[in-house]
């Protein structure tokens, strides 16, 4: 009898359970599998993991537990560490000291400029620098422009390594006194009138040359940016972009932004051109060095809150920024000079303080422009819920990009009732398609969502992914037999 009592209580039990466990193991929704066929792509190169936030089962989990390559969304686990353990207001400070004697506005002997990584360096905010340097009374520098860089440790980057775009911004190797990204930013204005097109260097540095031979022409603009031919040519203290290829004049003013130079080197160039207009005088070079003990500061400049660094940093999936605050990271928590190896650690003990068990993880440079960074969909998304309970939650999320609305997702999902109720990290390599996330979904439920593809069709994989945020906001509510807690 009792026998009988609990084989039919197990049966009930097991009936309540099995439809929670298909659930779970169901098949993709029928427009996500429908738009992947049609891009080509096998689920077997896939992984999703989509989980309402409160609810202790995924509302379904496919391919979560494979090893992928995340792209950038793996600067949402950078991001949400840093927050962490450096706190939203954390800020990086750039100093000038005076290695000599500074009597009248004249220093007898070297500026040092000490940095310590700072991400967010630009244009307006080196000038700040050099104009506290005017308004305390520094008129004339009669040694050298000394560089301490020693906050990160020395690396020998290979700018053409990754995708043999040596010139493209995203691939400038991080700095501990990175000014302004190393990048010269170039406006192509086209001069109807006089059948020309003229280009424009921001900031102008003498040491980079523009040589132009565009052709003005009519017709579309279309994929303005393929028909540009550059070709780089010089050496560290100096370079020549030659321009040549058509630009149509429907195109209006472009824009254009190239990294040419070794980082000291474009550091003396802006240097020599602000401290110029600012009414200063120096005739020295530039050189590596540290701050010596007989060094008096004299002027600093702080970066923007880190909070808003993040947020810049994730909305326009910024690499060079991302890379900085991943050695920020093992700087602040294992010790100058910062190294990947240090950074690497200070995350992994960071992910273990949580509970947070990820073995398939690795970190390169923690921005994603990389071959070998590895996590997978279902820990990615465990790190997001997580997050979600996490007292700097309202930064992380307002870090990422709304869809529809901002950034890197300002173009997609417009026309969908999705638009403005995902906040969305994306991820592009060649072969790799990503997003993670959150969506709001039409019951006002917020649901943790993670898509990658791993796949030589991948750039096909977008009208796929944006299916699956279209399906959450419709019907992300977990099934009845798998209630929220």
Request: glycine share 8%.
């Amino acid at each position: 009898m009792l026998h009988g009592l609990l084989t039919t209580a197990l049966a009930a039990v097991l009936a309540l359970w099995m439809p929670c466990v298909h659930a779970q193991a169901a098949a993709l929704p029928e427009p996500v599998a429908r738009a992947l066929a049609e891009a080509g792509i096998p689920e077997s190169a896939t992984a999703f993991y989509v989980h309402e936030i409160g609810a202790r089962r995924p509302l379904f989990a496919v391919g979560a537990e494979r090893s992928m390559n995340p792209a950038s969304t793996i600067k949402l686990v950078t991001t949400y560490a840093a927050l962490e353990l450096l706190g939203p207001a954390f800020q990086w400070v750039t100093e000038a000291y005076a290695a000599g004697a500074l009597s009248d506005g004249v220093l007898a002997g070297d500026l040092v400029l000490k940095g310590r990584g700072d991400p967010k360096l630009t244009l307006e905010n080196f000038w700040l620098l050099l104009r506290s340097l005017r308004s305390r009374g520094l008129r004339e520098i009669r040694g050298d422009l000394v560089l301490d860089r020693t906050y990160f440790a020395a690396n020998d980057h290979d700018p053409a390594r990754f995708d043999e775009q040596p010139t493209r911004p995203y691939n400038t190797g991080p700095d501990a006194l990175l000014v302004n990204f190393k990048a010269v930013r170039l406006f192509f204005v086209p001069d109807n009138e006089s059948r020309l097109v003229r280009i424009l260097a921001e900031p102008a540095l003498p040491q980079v040359q523009i040589v132009n031979r565009l052709a003005l022409v009519n017709g579309p603009c279309g994929d303005w940016v393929s028909r540009l031919k550059v070709d780089a040519q010089g050496g560290s203290a100096a370079t020549r972009l030659t321009f040549s290829g058509r630009y149509a004049a429907s195109c209006g003013e472009r824009e254009r932004s190239y990294s040419v130079l070794p980082h000291a080197h474009y550091v003396l160039g802006l240097f020599r051109e602000l401290w110029r207009e600012l009414g200063g005088t120096f005739a020295g070079t530039v050189r590596d060095g540290t701050v010596g003990a007989d060094a008096r500061p004299i002027a600093a400049v702080e970066s923007p809150a880190l909070a808003q660094v993040v947020r810049d940093m994730n909305k326009f999936s910024n690499n060079v920024m991302a890379r900085q605050l991943f050695l920020t990271l093992g700087a602040e928590g294992a010790g100058e000079p910062a190294t990947p190896e240090k950074a690497d650690r200070v995350i992994r003990e960071w992910l273990a303080g949580k509970g947070l068990s990820v073995p398939e993880l690795i970190l390169e440079n923690g921005s994603g422009l990389s071959r070998i960074e590895r996590i997978s969909a279902r820990n990615l998304g465990l790190l997001l819920l997580s997050s979600f309970r996490s007292p700097v939650m309202p930064e992380l999320i307002a870090s990422l990009p709304l869809a529809a609305v901002d950034g890197t997702m300002k173009k997609r999902l417009s026309d969908a009732d999705v638009a403005g109720q995902a906040h969305i990290k994306t991820g592009s390599l060649t072969g790799v398609r990503s997003i993670a996330g959150y969506v709001l979904d039409a019951q006002g439920r917020r649901l943790v969502v993670v898509s990658m593809v791993n796949h030589p069709n991948a750039g096909n994989a977008q009208a796929a992914q944006d299916a699956l945020l279209a399906w959450i906001y419709h019907r992300g509510a977990e099934s009845e037999c798998c209630p929220r807690k």
